[in-house]
């Protein structure tokens, strides 16, 4: 896909491998990737959902021994 690509809501949870009914909640709760509106249509921007994606790594977190936790 290209990164310029703008994504329906349907094309975006497939590629965030998320339902459909799970992106519409979390717009309505105003959490998971930004979304625009154009002309009273909902699109996600590529490179917003592989931001949004980057931005919830978790890092494992090693304990006293060095050791993953």
Do not use: C, F
């Not at 809501?9 to 497939?14: G, K, L, P, Q």
């Not at 339902?19 to 154009?38: A, E, F």
């Amino acid at each position: 896909m290209h990164t310029n690509s703008n994504l329906t809501t349907n094309e975006s949870a497939s590629y965030l491998r998320q339902s459909t009914r799970t992106l519409i909640r979390w717009r309505n709760q105003r959490i998971g990737p930004p979304w625009v509106r154009v002309g009273g249509k909902v699109l996600y921007r590529q490179r917003d959902l592989d931001a949004w994606l980057e931005d919830q790594t978790v890092q494992p977190v090693a304990n006293d021994s060095g050791e993953v936790a």
